[in-house]
DNA sequence: CGCGATATTGATATAGATCAACTAATGTGG
DNA sequence: CCACATTAGTTGATCTATATCAATATCGCG
């Protein structure tokens, strides 16, 4: 079931079998792909859109010293580039953060199944605006947030989003990011991070032992990070502190 | 024609004269709102979607102690909301920043709308990929631009979609919009644009003279922003240097 | 074992925040 | 029409969070 993860736990946004059937069938074979490796190059018209089903990847913005910004984080079940559907091209890099399986749909194919199917379409669309109100929470952890928050709200973020894929229980999950990917999703140098990550742990919020990562007091890590995941449209359960 | 700038000079998306009528019909007749009102509170579910057509208008995140995180700018021709017909409520208020003019739809007739006219539901969804895409250059401007790069590049942004519906002519705009507002979309003190905007002024990129701005040295002020304004999906020649 | 990538720590520099005073423009009620 | 209040913008002095630069430590791995 390569679908299994898609929009998963969102309140209310379940396919139904008919519609289940016709994204599998329209979907590739499983592919593997390296870590590191540009996936989607800005600019480029594509013409297949990408599920990822393992692993993780990125969106970037690159600026002209080669610096990069992070916009957005896509664990399995994330439709990465669904937005180069309706825009045709991106506006930015697609990246794998680690080795990852996917698997793609043809855009020619999109067009038939939204042609069929309103509701899925719907849902696909639903799916793409959940990225936006992501984008929107990651726009006011840059502008509103300290360090201490921006990789509070990071975090916690995260783990909500593993926990709602049964990655995590939503308290400890792993995360095989380097402090230069958390740097570049926050704004922030790697050593900032390095030095932040520490004020975070012995104060008690967070355990962070390699890439595995805990959730030691959530309440306290939800105050300094300003969290409140009404924006990930999770079931009710999953969304309570 | 309510809808005449909906979309306007957008690459491509045009919308067919049935898709035109169709909601011209499911609009509702204007009306006009006060400035500085809240008009779509977050978390409350909403029934109809707001096309703005005159005026400006903006999307807020808010932190604990009140402090405004701007993460959109609406001019004439957006949909401002649309994004709560799949997201059903908003993750955060919708205000208006001047007095307006505002048409709605039902969100059922947009249901109607989409299950009948699938390319027209292509359109609306690519409308709420455009505001993805300026939230991802949001992410990009607080993440890793400096203050002068912030200032430069929401205003190169702002001249680029006036002059999409010709309320500029790329170089020359009215924008009604106070220190503060401007500092609540750049992630900075209004005592900090205070400063750099003159230097902006000082060193030959803008003039400022209270709401009426000119960009005057457009090379140097897409430098600094480290603007390229292909995320604004503009018909080519409105997106030339 | 040794090498490249990652993380940590220290010293210093700086962009932007904060606090406060003042000015200019706009509006309001008597 | 004036006195006064309110809002927006400007300027200055100081403070602080984060960047920068540089050295060292640690880890995974061929």
């Known amino acids: ?45 594509v013409r297949e859109s990408t599920l990822l089903l393992d692993g993780l990847m990125g969106r970037y913005m690159i600026d002209r010293e080669g610096n990069r910004q992070l916009v957005a984080l896509h664990l399995p079940g994330d439709f990465v580039d669904l937005h180069a559907f309706p825009l045709q091209h991106l506006d930015h890099d697609v990246v794998t953060l680690t080795e990852v399986s996917i698997a793609t749909v043809e855009h020619s194919v999109l067009t038939s199944l939204t042609d069929a199917l309103p509701h899925l379409t719907r849902m696909l669309w639903f799916s793409t605006l959940l990225d936006a109100a992501m984008h929107r929470e ?9 360090a201490a928050g921006r990789l509070a709200h990071f975090l916690c973020e995260t783990a909500l989003r593993l926990n709602a894929i049964d990655r995590s229980d939503g308290l400890r999950f792993e995360l095989p990011l380097t402090q230069r990917d958390i740097a570049e999703a926050c704004g922030l140098t790697n050593v900032h991070v390095s030095r932040v990550m520490r004020t975070l742990r012995t104060a008690g919020l967070f355990e962070v032992d390699g890439p595995r990562v805990t959730v030691l007091d959530r309440p306290a890590a939800w105050r300094v990070a300003q969290f409140n995941p009404q924006y990930l449209y999770l079931d009710d359960g999953d969304a309570t502190p």
Chains 1, 2 share one sequence.
């Open 138 to 146: 990651w726009i006011f952890r840059l502008g509103r947030l300290d």
């Open 1 to 45: 079931m390569k679908t299994e993860n898609f929009l998963r736990r969102r309140r209310g946004r379940q396919l139904d079998e008919v519609e289940r059937l016709a994204i599998e069938a329209a979907l590739s074979e499983p592919r593997r792909l390296a870590a590191r490796q540009t996936h989607v190059h800005r600019g480029v018209t």
